[in-house]
């Protein structure tokens, strides 16, 4: 027999602000958990969810799909890269981001269910 789930990222499952300038948006559907990251102006992910995390860099790897903004991604390795608007994306643990400009991001992500969660 053939199942269908459907819910609305407008009524997520669960909201997990970062410190400041934006929060992850949590939905579990179809045993996925899919988060719908915003990230305001002036986020930084070392000021902003390093103190939530407890790591030095941020240790989830993302697969998703950039909506809106733009983002700068430092690896720990030193190798960086600007993502913006219709960028699919992976990013392996290990790595800062900040937000680029005055336009806030919207990141999809179908990979890293504990980001942003409380320690």
């Not at 005055?102 to 969660?117: L, Q, R, S």
Request: glycine share 12%.
């Amino acid at each position: 027999m053939a199942s269908m789930e459907v819910k609305h990222a407008g009524s997520p499952d669960e909201t997990r602000p970062f410190v400041d300038k934006g929060r992850a948006e949590v939905v579990n559907v179809g045993g996925t958990t899919i988060i719908r990251g915003t990230f305001e102006p002036g986020w930084r992910w070392s000021q902003h969810v390093k103190p939530l995390a407890k790591t030095d860099s941020c240790q989830a790897g993302h697969t998703g799909y950039v909506v809106s903004g733009r983002m700068h991604v430092k690896m720990d390795d030193g190798t960086e890269q600007e993502i913006g608007a219709g960028d699919a994306v992976y990013l392996a643990a290990g790595h800062d981001a900040w937000i680029v400009g005055d336009e806030t991001c919207v990141f999809i992500d179908f990979t890293a269910p504990d980001y942003a969660k409380r320690s």
